[in-house]
């Protein structure tokens, strides 16, 4: 071990595996680590770096904000903040009723969706909630009862009650739902499964028996939000409405931030002193939220997604190696499937090559580069790919 590795062991908690590397500053979608080595960032710290690093806006949002007000608790308001809530009930389609809440990550997003969903109990008849087999939606107790992941939970067990995983099939949710159930979490596409699509038509189906057994339809578009796919949220290609969405990562670009946005009926379930944050909705983080969707709508990133996500998986395919199997997703959230269980050796190898990619399981590639990537990016991410896979087969064979 180097001297970092060292240091990493000694004082950082194990639940955290040994990091690839120690990294120093960023430059747009380029990152540089400890030795001055340069690298292709194609998974931006998983979808949040939506604007790629050190963006002059980011930058300019964080200083100016930083100077003026960064915190004042929930007994306070600001513009940033009012700001946010509007922008966010406009871009998902929230309409009139739509309201936001604030937190300071993905998971607790969810833990206030979890709630949200435990206030819709019908005089205490709901008691279930349906999620996903291989759902993520994160790591503490709440989110992580949501999470249909058993080696993330075993350890952790009892969790929050009333749970229940069932397949991504509109079959299992039809036997699954009635008027027991309080709510359905869903992703429009399993990022952490390995960019795992739904069934084609599954949220239209899934929006038609919520409705008509009275839960809840709540869409965690943390990953596949802020333009990730081609539209701002995920939903958004199916056509429907949700009753609520889960957004965090991207939205801040870099900032921590989390949201619960509400549609409908579903915005007046919580009431006063029912959640809280101490550092949620703080200005600091929502006025670079702010910014950065600003940004984001100006320079019609959401489009640009749409459009080089395609490209970049006809560049992929456009390969020919024997080690790629194919592509899915959508926009910018790009899964890569191997033909052998040799993900985390793909990794190291484009490391090795200048290139950061993630490892969502053993058989998958998981791509979610900078939303503002271009020509110049994609021509070198097939570049590095290409010379990446070349090694790992020569190795291989
Ligand atoms: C990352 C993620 C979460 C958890 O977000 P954190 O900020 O890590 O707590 C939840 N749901 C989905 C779909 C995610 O991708």
Do not use: C
Not at 128 to 140: C, E, I, P
Not at 176 to 181: E, F, M
Not at 225 to 235: E, I, K, N, Q
Not at 309 to 322: A, D
Request: proline share 4%.
């Amino acid at each position: 071990m180097n001297d970092w590795q060292q240091r990493f062991d000694r004082r950082i908690m194990r639940s955290i595996g040994m990091p690839l590397l120690k990294l120093e500053r960023g430059d747009g979608a380029h990152v540089w680590d400890d030795e001055g080595r340069e690298y292709l960032d194609f998974l931006a710290g998983i979808a949040v770096n939506s604007l790629g690093h050190a963006h002059p806006v980011f930058v300019e949002a964080v200083s100016r904000q930083a100077a003026t007000l960064a915190h004042v608790s929930n007994y306070f308001t600001t513009e940033p903040a009012l700001e946010l809530a509007e922008r966010l009930v406009r871009l998902s389609g929230a309409g009139e009723h739509g309201r936001a809440w604030f937190g300071n990550s993905g998971a607790e997003a969810n833990e206030a969706a979890f709630k949200l969903a435990r206030l819709n109990n019908s005089g205490g008849a709901r008691t279930r909630v349906l999620a996903l087999v291989d759902a993520f939606h994160g790591r503490t107790m709440g989110s992580l009862a949501l999470t249909g992941k058993p080696h993330m939970r075993e350890a952790f067990e009892p969790l929050a009650g009333g749970v229940e995983h069932i397949p991504a099939t509109i079959e299992a949710l039809e036997a699954a739902i009635d008027g027991t159930v309080a709510a359905l979490i869903v992703e429009p596409i399993q990022g952490e499964a390995g960019v795992v699509e739904l069934p084609a038509g599954y949220l239209e189906a899934a929006r038609e028996l919520t409705r008509r057994h009275g839960a809840l339809l709540i869409v965690d578009e943390i990953q596949t939000g802020a333009g990730r796919t081609g539209a701002w949220f995920g939903f958004q290609h199916a056509g429907i409405e949700p009753d609520a969405i889960t957004v965090a990562k991207g939205i801040g670009g870099g900032i921590p931030i989390g949201g619960l946005i509400t549609f409908g009926a579903a915005s007046d379930l919580y009431s006063k002193g029912q959640h809280g944050s101490t550092f949620g909705g703080n200005p600091l983080a929502t006025a670079v939220a702010n910014a950065v969707l600003g940004e984001i709508e100006r320079a019609e990133l959401v489009a640009n997604a749409a459009r080089r996500g395609p490209q970049v998986r006809e560049r992929i395919e456009g390969l020919g190696s024997p080690l790629v199997a194919g592509t899915r997703g959508r926009g910018l959230l790009i899964g890569v499937a191997l033909t052998r269980p040799v993900a985390g050796r793909v990794v190291e190898a484009a490391l090795e090559h200048g290139l950061i990619v993630n490892a969502a399981n053993d058989v998958t590639i998981r791509l979610a580069p900078p939303l503002n990537i271009g020509d110049a990016e994609i021509e070198l991410f097939a570049e590095r790919l290409a010379a990446s896979l070349d090694d790992l087969v020569r190795a291989t064979d």
